[in-house]
T-cell receptor
Framework: DAGITQSPRHKVTETGTPVTLRCHQT?????MYWYRQDPGHGLRLIHY???????DKGEVSDGYSVSRSKTEDFLLTLESATSSQTSVYFC???????????????FGPGTRLTVT | ELKVEQNPLFLSMQEGKNYTIYCNYS?????LYWYRQDPGKSLESLFV?????AVKQEGRLMASLDTKARLSTLHITAAVHDLSATYFC??????????FGQGTELSVKP
């Protein structure tokens, strides 16, 4: 399994509080991604990173920010959590070592976030 | 707007039967991935399809890609209970980003 960890694994927080989720990898992959998973929507990309300090928005980026100061860590921050951000958050990584040279994405274990 | 649509979204099968899950997408891409997710777990990569006509098989599952029709299929042969899970297709676009289908929840019953 790809070395990806997420912390915390579960969190309950109140509306309006800031929340930071951490993704840590030991694979030295260049690309890192944050997704959210909600019933009926599959996974939707929030933000991604193509290198240290290089990030860009995905399809559902409103209300979220990210930072990547080291290759191994990618942080997702909810500046002021809302109930609509209750979801399961997955981090993924990819690099040139995927099968057949693809940039296959490998997923972390997920963080279940509940905003009350 | 780029769309990736799977059907069916729910599939209840009997053991021993065959069935196909379809994944249609609306943009030009020649890279498509299939993932499996068990309840409460993360996503596991099943297949990597990188060109038109690509076909991959693993056990009772076979995936194919037709980039001209913008269609991928996941065929299940002689289903067994252990295949019960949710299956996602994902299309790769520029920057290596993935756009996922809604998922197909498969239940295999004895």
């Amino acid at each position: 399994d790809a070395g990806i960890t997420q912390s915390p694994r579960h969190k309950v927080t109140e509306t309006g509080t800031p929340v930071t989720l951490r993704c840590h990898q030991t694979e030295n992959h260049r690309y890192m991604y944050w997704y959210r998973q909600d019933p009926g929507h599959g996974l939707r990309l929030i933000h991604y990173s193509y290198g240290v300090k290089d990030t860009d928005k995905g399809e559902v980026s409103d209300g979220y920010s990210v930072s990547r100061s080291k290759t191994e860590d990618f942080l997702l921050t909810l500046e002021s959590a809302t109930s609509s951000q209750t979801s399961v958050y997955f981090c993924a990584i990819s690099g040139s070592s995927g099968r057949e040279g693809s940039y296959e994405q490998y997923f972390g274990p997920g963080t279940r976030l509940t905003v009350t | 707007e780029l769309k990736v649509e799977q059907n069916p979204l729910f599939l209840s099968m009997q053991e021993g039967k065959n069935y196909t899950i379809y994944c249609n997408y609306s943009t030009t891409s020649d890279r498509l991935y299939w993932y499996r997710q068990d309840p409460g777990k993360s996503l596991e990569s099943l297949f990597v399809l990188l060109s038109n006509g690509a076909v991959k098989q693993e056990g009772r599952l076979m995936a194919s890609l037709d980039t001209k029709a913008r269609l991928s299929t996941l065929h299940i042969t002689a289903a067994v209970h252990d295949l019960s899970a949710t299956y996602f297709c994902a299309v790769q676009i520029q920057g290596g980003k993935l756009i996922f289908g809604q998922g197909t929840e498969l239940s295999v019953k004895p």
